[in-house]
């Protein structure tokens, strides 16, 4: 099946740095890409939708200054989350969809941010 | 609009009992169903889906049949291992709807 793959899995960081998480599909195109986080007790929430050439469509609420996000091609994106705080220390996964038909995603095995 | 409803975890069962998993949802259109599973320290992975009415997505002994009647794709199996322990994601997308929409996950706690 396809591959979703994210790095770092786990990065720790001072308060006020910025931290770069990429997205990459393996064996396919995805012209789209989807990034979440996830909060303790497992709720997923939508941040963005990550468009290959163009802006990002974020979720209402999400700040877009704060979380960078970039498609620069057809296999990569990235989340860079700015000046981090404590509050920001989350599980981010992002996801690549497949078949606009049927919506389905492919997921990447997350990173684990942890903002000291 | 669309959303997705799952029944309140922990669900905590010993090894070889049957699970049910209940998830409802509202949409639009004729969306697919899904059902994901995300393991301790993971990402999430598709365990099986269901693209139309009275379709039965199946998978590593898991089983969700697609009813539309009652909005329903519940998720089952016949007998559970500890293995399966886990965060299980129903969700729908497709149809008029652009994006994945989860419900809120409901958490196996399988004992031996």
């Known amino acids: 099946g396809a591959v979703v793959s994210q790095h770092p899995s786990r990065v720790i960081c001072k308060s006020g740095t910025s931290v770069k998480i990429e997205c990459r599909s393996l064996d396919f195109q995805a012209t789209t890409m989807f990034w979440y986080r996830q909060f303790p007790k497992k709720s997923l929430m939508l941040m963005a939708t990550s468009n290959e050439g163009s802006k990002a469509t974020y979720e209402q609420g999400v700040e877009k200054d704060k979380f960078l996000i970039n498609h620069a091609s057809l296999t990569l994106s990235t989340l860079t989350v700015t000046s981090a705080h404590p509050e920001d220390s989350s599980f981010y996964i992002c996801s690549a969809r497949i078949d606009r038909g049927t919506g389905e995603l492919f997921f990447g095995e997350g990173s684990r941010l942890t903002v000291l | 609009g669309n959303s997705v409803t799952q029944m309140e975890g922990p669900v905590t069962l010993s090894e070889e009992a049957f699970l049910t998993i209940n998830c409802t949802y509202t949409a639009t259109g004729y969306p697919s169903l899904f059902w994901y599973v995300q393991y301790p320290g993971e990402g999430l992975q598709l365990l099986l889906k269901a693209t139309k009415a009275d379709d039965k997505g199946s998978n590593k002994g898991f089983e969700a049949t697609y009813r539309k009647e009652t909005t329903s794709f519940h998720l089952e199996k016949g007998s559970v291992q500890v293995s399966d322990s886990a965060v299980y994601f129903c969700?729908?997308?497709?149809?008029?709807?652009?994006?994945?929409?989860f419900g809120t996950g409901t958490r196996l706690q399988v004992f031996p």
């Open positions: 969700a729908l997308g497709g149809g008029h709807t652009d994006k994945l929409i």
